[in-house]
Structure formats: structure tokens, C-alpha cells
């Protein structure tokens, strides 16, 4: 009989901890301590209390957990002393057969992680879907970790024992989040589609309008179809859009969505994630034959991320009026102009059709996003979802300081005019001076010695300047500063400089009542409520100029990495995102 929550709840304090037992490996105290925090209203509540029992716990105590686990596929499988949890979780991954090398180089990345941290190398291998990694995903996430520094690796072995406790707390209540892996199935499946030089590599890459990205228009279609859309379509952009009507199709909308294409060797969430989450929500609306007073509009947007062409956020831009007529004649790197991609993609490819995609706001009750965290704050928490409460106003510069070049050996340290080393100065300013903010974010992301060579001062120094701020204000006092420091670095040396200003994106502050509908969904979630600002820009970012907006985060695994193929997601914490949107819309 699986356990209920119900029954957790009135068991007595001995009890209630048996009916845990075996949830963390040897350490009964995680759950005892966690229990003081009955009842629980949700199991994702009593997640978190357990998520605080261990944060809570000395460093001793949490040394004793990590060490109480077995080395995976180490010698207490081979003498069979495992616990019946881990001998199953080992034996579904796969690690009871494998092959003598593999389990000869288990040994030596055993070895060499005991010698390195100290403590055995944990990892949840039932994987983000719960279903399992396959053993070379198990070693290549071995290799990657033994370079971790020490202290984030004890806290990455905490957080993977926790992914094993929630899988282990599933089985214990006999519940599956079959919501969850339908959706995570979806990205998998639509992962599949990338463009060419990059998928014979196994790399997820999808830029604007090429074969692959038609073929994810096809399968979003496809999907919105299955799902039980009343429209579903193309826009003039390549943007995807499927409607949900309300109980009247002339209801206002709810418009949601975020991207589906991809930076190169991009993640399978960015982006699709915003699409996959409210389609499974119209879908169980559709199997439900419910209706809502307000229709639901999704957009799949055709392009955010600027590869193919420098054009981001062009799918949303023109919703809201902002497609610059100058991007049809802008060539890709092989010369083709846009116009012509569109044409090619049967897209009528003019500024009349596309002119046309503007959205009136009196037509639309306001527009959500739900989208991967891309950072680590989620993960570090150990929190499912965060409620954002602004996008970053951001403003980037590419730049040039020129010095004079001149031979290394023969010019003396107080002659010189290196380029290199006034942009090194400026560097180490914007650090300092964005974390003065707290909240300011400042990267110096491209820097290059242009022709430099091993024996030759730099005569010149490319740089780049990404200055990112809660607020417009903030921004503008950071790059203020910024560029006073850079016009007296160049002074103090007697160097020239050149700057150019190439984006500037007002911050985007989440409408105060739309806010407040996330921060109920979570709670209602039984989680409690995070707020966070967005470093990262998304489609809500242009939807913001003429609607209200506002947006949900989903942790990401790996310490929310993102743009990269080791972003993940769990199919637990996207079905908690499908049932926190759920709740918005019953809200509305
Ligand atoms: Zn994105």
C-alpha cells in the first residue's frame, strides 16, 4: 500500500519516521528533523522541510550523510551490502553490467575522487526523468565533476542526495510525475532537430528558419494540434501560434510563450520550455472539455537568440511592432538575405505581412512566461521555482583602446603604451564596481590583442562591455562609471580609445498583480515563495513594452548552466511548473 500524506501527517513522531525510513542513506535525522514541520500539505512541502533539515545540519553532519552512501558500482555492490535502495537505483542504471573496462575505469574515478574530495562520488543516477542515465552519461558526469572545487562538490553531492530522496519519496507515495515526463518527453523529442554540422555531433543547434527549425514548427504544430488547439498556424515570422478559445472565441486571450530556437550547442529547455509548459496545460483543459473565460494564446517564437541573423527577439519584436525593416536585407554568414530565408520557408517575406502580426493589448489580458532559470540561484536553494520580479535593463559596448606596439625586450616598463594592459585595468573595475551594487552584473567577455604576438607590447586591445542592473537608473550609473574609468585609465597611460554603444534594453519590472498570481501559484504548491530579478533577457522583454507581463523560473540541475548541453530540468519540478501555471489560469 503506498503511503499517504494523510497518514504521515497522524502518525505518531516514532512512526511517521518509520514510514521514511530509508529516505536518506543511514541518517534518519534528516527526516526526523524535517518532521517537526507537520503537517505537510503537499509532498513538495515536505521536500523543502527536508531540503532545510539538511542545510541546517552542521558541516560534520552532512560530511557523515555524503560518506554514509556506497561508491557507485564500488565494492560494497560487489560483497552485496548495498541498501535495497541503492542496489536498485545502481542495478536500473545499469551499473550491476558493465563492462570490465567501464567498471575498471568506475575504480580509478572512484579513486581519484576519494583521494581529491574526501568523500564518495554521489550522483542521483536515475537521471532528470527518474528513468535512469545510461552509464557513459554516469562517467563523463564523473570526469566532469572531479574538477569541481571542494566546497561546491560537497554541495552538489548534497543536492544529488536529495534528487535520490525524491525519487525514493515517489515510490514510497506511489506517485509518478507523469505530467512531468510527458513534458520532458516533448523537449526530448523536439531535440531531435538540429541543424546540420552540429547534429552528426549530437549537438542541439536550431537557427532561424534553416530545415531543422521548419521541422520544429512542424512538430510545435503538431503538438498544439494534438493537444486540442482550435488554431494552429505559421505566423509571417516563422513564430508558431495556436489558440485555446474561451468559452466565447472572442474572449480576451492570455498571451504566453517563449522561444524555440537555440544558440549553437545550445540546451533542450531554453526557451521550449515556455512553449511545452502551457500546451500541456491546454491539453489537460481540451481532456477535461473545460473552457475558460479568456482564451489562451501560445506563441511559439521563431527567433530570440540573434545567431543566424543579429536580429533578437524578432519573433516577439513583431507583436509588438518592433521588427526593424532593415533586418529583410541583412545577410547570414553565407550571404543569404533574410527576405529570401523567409521566401524559401514559404513566408510571404514583406513588411506588409509582417506589420500585420501586431498585437492589439485591449485585445489581451497579458502575457506570461515561464522559462529555465539559466543561473544557479534555484539549484543552490534547493527551490523547484522563483518568481521573477524584473528583467535586467542592460546595455553592451564593443570597444578599442590603441597604445603603441614595440618590441618586449627592448622597451623599458616606463615607456610603454600597452593597449592590453589598460583593458586588464578596466576589467578588474567593472568587477569591483558591479559588486559594490549587489545586484549589478558586469562582464568583460571578449578581449583580444588583435595581430599581438609573444614578443610584441600590445598596440591594441578589443574588448567587450556587458553592464546589466534591476533598474535603468542602476544601469546608467554603472556605465557612467564604467566609461569615466576607462576615459582615466586611457589618460593615466596616454592611451587612445574608441567605444560603441550596440544594444541598450530598458529593465522590465513584472506588472505588480501578475506577480502576485506566480507568487499565489507557488504557494499554493505548498513552496515557499522566492523572488528573484531575471539577469538573463526573455520574450517577456518586448511583450513588456505594451502589456503587462510576468514570469516563472524553473530551477535548472548542473547549477542552472544553460546555453550548453549539460542545461537540464527534472520531470518533477516541470510538473510543478505545469500545475503552478494550472493555478494561474484557474486564478484568472
Ligand atoms: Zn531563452
Not at 553490467?97 to 575505469?105: I, L, M, S
Not at 543579429?310 to 526593424?324: D, I
Amino acid at each position: 500500500m503506498a503511503l499517504t500524506l494523510d497518514q504521515l501527517n497522524a502518525a505518531a513522531p516514532d512512526e511517521a519516521l518509520r514510514l521514511l525510513d530509508g529516505l536518506y542513506e543511514h541518517s534518519p535525522w534528516v527526516v526526523q528533523r524535517a518532521l517537526a514541520q507537520r503537517p505537510f500539505a503537499t509532498l513538495a512541502a515536505l521536500q523543502w522541510a527536508l531540503v532545510q533539515s539538511l542545510a541546517a545540519a552542521t558541516r560534520d553532519e552532512q560530511l557523515g550523510l555524503i560518506r554514509a552512501h556506497p561508491e557507485l558500482a564500488g565494492k560494497a555492490m560487489v560483497a552485496n551490502t548495498l541498501t535495497a535502495e541503492s542496489t536498485g537505483e545502481q542495478s536500473r542504471a545499469g551499473l550491476t553490467h558493465c563492462t570490465p573496462d567501464e567498471f575498471a575505469q568506475l575504480q580509478r574515478l572512484n579513486a581519484d575522487y576519494n583521494a581529491r574530495f574526501g568523500f564518495p562520488f554521489i550522483l542521483a543516477v536515475r537521471g532528470p526523468r527518474g528513468s535512469g542515465l545510461t552509464r557513459q552519461q554516469i562517467i563523463a558526469a564523473f570526469e566532469r565533476r572531479l574538477g569541481n572545487p571542494v566546497d561546491f562538490e560537497r554541495e552538489e553531492a548534497l543536492r544529488n542526495i536529495h534528487r535520490i530522496a525524491e525519487i525514493r519519496l515517489g515510490d514510497k507515495f506511489g506517485v509518478e510525475p507523469e505530467l512531468g515526463h510527458r513534458v520532458w518527453d516533448w523537449h526530448e523529442a523536439l531535440a531531435q532537430h538540429s541543424d546540420p554540422g552540429f547534429k552528426e555531433q549530437g549537438q542541439l543547434t536550431v537557427t532561424y528558419l534553416t530545415d531543422a527549425h521548419q521541422a520544429c514548427q512542424r512538430e510545435l504544430m503538431a503538438r498544439m494540434r494534438e493537444s486540442g488547439f482550435d488554431e494552429v498556424g505559421i505566423d509571417a515570422v516563422g513564430n508558431v501560434v495556436g489558440v485555446y478559445h474561451g468559452q466565447s472565441p472572442d474572449a480576451k486571450r492570455l498571451l504566453t510563450g517563449s522561444h524555440f530556437d537555440t544558440v549553437r550547442n545550445g540546451g533542450k529547455y531554453d526557451g521550449r520550455l515556455g512553449i511545452f509548459v502551457p500546451i500541456a496545460c491546454v491539453e489537460r483543459l481540451h481532456r477535461a472539455g473545460r473552457r475558460l473565460p479568456f482564451g489562451i494564446e501560445v506563441v511559439g517564437f521563431a527567433e530570440e537568440e540573434g545567431q543566424r541573423y543579429k536580429a533578437t527577439f524578432l519573433g516577439s519584436g513583431a507583436l509588438t511592432g518592433h521588427f526593424n525593416p532593415a533586418w529583410l536585407d541583412q545577410t547570414d554568414a553565407d550571404g543569404i538575405r533574410m527576405q529570401d530565408a523567409m521566401r524559401a520557408a514559404g513566408l510571404p517575406g514583406t513588411l506588409d505581412a509582417i506589420a500585420a502580426l501586431r498585437r492589439d493589448p485591449a485585445r489581451y489580458l497579458g502575457f506570461v512566461e515561464v522559462h529555465i532559470e539559466q543561473g544557479p540561484v534555484l539549484n543552490e536553494m534547493g527551490l523547484p521555482l522563483g518568481v521573477v520580479t524584473s528583467i535586467n535593463a542592460s546595455v553592451r559596448h564593443v570597444g578599442e583602446v590603441i597604445g603603441m606596439a614595440s618590441h618586449a625586450g627592448t622597451t623599458p616598463m616606463d615607456r610603454r603604451r600597452d593597449a592590453a594592459c589598460a583593458v586588464a585595468e578596466l576589467a578588474l573595475y567593472l568587477e569591483q564596481r558591479a559588486a559594490q551594487d549587489g545586484d549589478s552584473v558586469a562582464t568583460m567577455g571578449l578581449l583580444q590583442v588583435p595581430g599581438g604576438s609573444i614578443n610584441v607590447v600590445p598596440g591594441r586591445c578589443a574588448f567587450s562591455l556587458d553592464l546589466r542592473a534591476p533598474t535603468d537608473a542602476q544601469r546608467d550609473a554603472l556605465e557612467r562609471d564604467v566609461l569615466a574609468q576607462l576615459s582615466a585609465i586611457c589618460e593615466r597611460r596616454g592611451l587612445g580609445h574608441r567605444l560603441e554603444r550596440t544594444m541598450i534594453a530598458a529593465a522590465a519590472p513584472s506588472a505588480p498583480d501578475w506577480q502576485a498570481r506566480w507568487e499565489r501559484a507557488v504557494a499554493a504548491l505548498g513552496l515557499p515563495v522566492h523572488r528573484m530579478p531575471s539577469g538573463a533577457g526573455h520574450d517577456a522583454m518586448k511583450l513588456h513594452e505594451v502589456m503587462p507581463q510576468a514570469m516563472l523560473f524553473v530551477r535548472g540541475e548542473n547549477s542552472g548552466i544553460s546555453h550548453n548541453p549539460l542545461e537540464s530540468t527534472t520531470s518533477h519540478d516541470i510538473e510543478l511548473c505545469v500545475l503552478a501555471f494550472e493555478h494561474l489560469l484557474n486564478g484568472l
